[in-house]
Structure formats: C-alpha cells, structure tokens
T-cell receptor
Framework: NAGVTQTPKFQVLKTGQSMTLQCAQD?????MYWYRQDPGMGLRLIYY???????DKGEVPNGYNVSRLNKREFSLRLESAAPSQTSVYFC???????????FGSGTRLTVV | KNEVEQSPQNLTAQEGEFITINCSYS?????LHWLQQHPGGGIVSLFM???GKKKHGRLIATINIQEKHSSLHITASHPRDSAVYIC????????????FGTGTSLTVIP
C-alpha cells in the first residue's frame, strides 16, 4: 500500500543509548517531517526536509539529528537518548505545501 | 507568539448529533489543516484550507480569516467518528512549518 512507512513501531532504550528511526514514503513527495507527540501537547516539529538534500530545524531539534538519504527516506537519530525523549514519534510527507500531510503509523519510544 | 487553541478539549455526543469543534489562532496564517487521530494512534489528513469552506461526506470545515477562527462540523455523527481531531496552522512567514493544537477528543455514544 502506498504511504509512509515508519520503523520500528515500539522501542525501549536505556539512557545514553543511540538509535535511528527510519521513515520511507513511496508517493514521490518532496517534503518530509519528523514530529513528536507528548501528552497534553500538540505535535511538535523536530526537523523537516523540504526537498532531497536539504534539512532544517523545527521547534524542538535539540538531541536529534536527521538524514535525508534520498527522496524516499528520511531518518531521525538519537545519539544519546534521554528520558525527556520518551514520546511518540511521527514521520510525515507532503507533495506540496498546500496539500495535506500523509503520516506514518508512529513509533512509541520509551527511554529508561 | 504563534498559538493554536482548540475547543472543547473533550466532547461526548449521542449518535446522530451535529458536532462542532473550534480552532482559533493568534496571528495571520497561510493555511489551516484539520486532521483526525484514530484511537490506535494513526493520523489522517482531513482538510487543508486557506479560505471559505470545504466538505467531504459528513465533514465540513470552515474558516473565517478575519476572525482567525476555523470550525470542523460533523453531521449525523456515528460512533466510528470517535477520535481526536487536531487543528494545525501555518503562520505567515514561518516557511512550511505547521503549529498544532492539542486536539479535541470526541466520543460518540450509540
């Protein structure tokens, strides 16, 4: 099925461990995004990529890095996980700024 | 400060009722996005609008640019409409970044 695929769906990390969240879309979208969702707060943008080869910081980039590997793939890396990074992470893509987003199914990350 | 406020936070309705969810924002926007988050967590885009009104099935979204306000209406509500409805806006001058409200949790009782 066409859409945005995120892996893994669940992950538990120990403080200080690193991991990469993977995201791939097969809709030929130019723009891709990483958001985090925390209880009582709206989705907050971590990083985005307006096109292949470009990335920009969003609202809450500290502690994260991203790579736009090609047009399809946009990964999010936590170099040294902290409990404050416990959250649900969503990847999204968009073909045009005036079109809606397509979201992945989310990754529930717990850092202990 | 760029702010997005949704009301109500929680809403319970009887099946068949007409439902309205509100979204207000603080400064001028270039686009407004309504999304639905299912109980399982998946997020689906419902509408993108910058003016006027859009309709899809039983869902209607309106926006009043002068009043900085948008509404999402659900006609003839059904238990399958139970979800969190999220408003997001792109403020003028912020590039392509959307700012999200905290959502309205809707429960429709049979």
């Amino acid at each position: 099925n066409a859409g945005v695929t995120q892996t893994p769906k669940f992950q538990v990390l120990k403080t200080g461990q690193s991991m990469t969240l993977q995201c791939a879309q097969d809709m030929n979208h130019n723009s891709m995004y990483w958001y985090r969702q925390d209880p009582g707060m709206g989705l907050r943008l971590i990083y985005y990529s307006a096109s292949e080869g470009t990335t920009d910081k969003g609202e809450v980039p500290n502690g994260y890095n991203v790579s736009r590997l090609n047009k399809r793939e946009f990964s999010l890396r936590l170099e040294s996980a902290a409990p404050s990074q416990t959250s649900v992470y969503f990847c999204a893509s968009s073909g045009h700024p005036n079109y809606g987003y397509t979201f992945g199914s989310g990754t529930r990350l717990t850092v202990v | 400060k760029n702010e997005v406020e949704q009301s109500p936070q929680n809403l319970t309705a009887q099946e068949g009722e007409f439902i309205t969810i509100n979204c207000s924002y603080s400064v001028g926007i270039s686009a407004l996005h309504w999304l639905q988050q299912h109980p399982g967590g998946g997020i689906v885009s419902l509408f993108m609008l910058s003016s006027g009104k859009k309709k899809h099935g039983r869902l209607i979204a309106t926006i009043n640019i002068q009043e900085k306000h948008s509404s999402l209406h659900i006609t003839a509500s059904h238990p399958r409409d139970s979800a969190v409805y999220i408003c997001a806006v792109r403020f003028g001058g912020t590039g392509n970044q959307f700012y999200f409200g905290t959502g309205t949790s809707l429960t429709v009782i049979p």
